[in-house]
């Protein structure tokens, strides 16, 4: 299954043998066969650009590598990876840029590992020396449109957990990040309402995976 973000709202690609097909009916989802003409793929990202009339769309067929294929032939693909640090606190470390708050992260330079790109983009943009890389939480897509709208962009970012315990941070400014701040757990739900969809879904895995984990070690 893939789940990509268009406008704020997914556009899940799936089989119709999975189970993400019965549990998410409502009326405000969209569920459709996928015929194979390239044309109904554009319909649906139009449908989400331009619209709200449905939460989510659904689109199912036999063969989703070839469901997969067709989709992404139709955007020029971006490679990018970002990490999600905490401390010894468990605080998170989020980043305050053009009105939304969000994790750092940046495109894939050439010859550079997904590692690589999220260790360089954290450090660059949070102003951090030291950093530990730990596991990959999960990887995210989004769409996007160039600022003359005339090309749609779809850039799938690697998310990598990482640790530091570094006090003072830098937000880098020749990328309009205005802020940066570790947050408690606790308090994470506030900034998650003042963030983009597929960031706090980022967040809420990492939580999971990180209470399964301390579940398991108790």
């Known amino acids: 299954m893939y789940k990509i973000y268009i406008n704020e709202s997914p556009l899940i690609l799936c089989t119709p043998?999975?189970?993400?097909?019965?549990k998410q009916r409502s009326i405000d989802t969209l569920i459709m066969p996928y015929t194979g003409r390239k044309k109904q793929l554009f319909q649906y990202i139009d449908l989400l650009?331009?619209?709200?009339?449905y939460t989510q769309v659904i689109?199912?067929?036999?063969?989703?590598?070839?469901?997969?294929?067709d989709f992404i032939s139709l955007f020029e693909w971006i490679e990018a990876a970002g990490g999600l640090v905490t401390n010894s606190k468990s605080q998170i470390l989020m980043i305050y840029r053009r009105g939304f708050w969000d994790l750092p992260k940046g495109k894939k330079e050439a010859l550079e590992t997904n590692k690589e790109c999220a260790l360089r983009e954290v450090k660059e943009?949070?102003?951090l020396r030291?950093?530990?890389?730990?596991?990959?939480?999960?990887?995210?897509?989004?769409?996007y449109?160039?600022?003359?709208?005339?090309?749609?962009?779809?850039?799938?970012?690697?998310?990598?957990?990482?640790?530091?315990?570094?006090?003072?941070?830098v937000p880098q400014a020749q990328e309009?990040?205005?802020?940066?701040?570790?947050?408690?757990?606790?308090?994470?739900?506030?900034?998650?309402?003042?963030?983009?969809?597929?960031?706090v879904e980022v967040i809420q895995t990492y939580l999971?995976?990180?209470k399964k984990k301390n579940t398991t070690n108790s």
């Open 59 to 69: 689109i199912h067929h036999p063969d989703q590598s070839k469901l997969w294929k």
């Open 208 to 210: 999971i995976l990180a």
């Open 17 to 22: 043998e999975n189970t993400v097909l019965h």
């Open 130 to 143: 030291e950093v530990t890389l730990g596991k990959k939480i999960t990887k995210s897509y989004h769409v």
């Open 49 to 53: 650009e331009k619209s709200n009339k």
């Open 125 to 127: 943009e949070c102003g």
């Open 176 to 199: 309009k990040i205005e802020k940066a701040k570790w947050i408690a757990v606790k308090d994470i739900s506030a900034y998650e309402s003042k963030a983009y969809n597929n960031i």
């Open 145 to 169: 449109r160039t600022r003359g709208r005339q090309l749609r962009m779809l850039k799938k970012t690697n998310w990598y957990h990482m640790t530091s315990d570094q006090k003072k941070l």
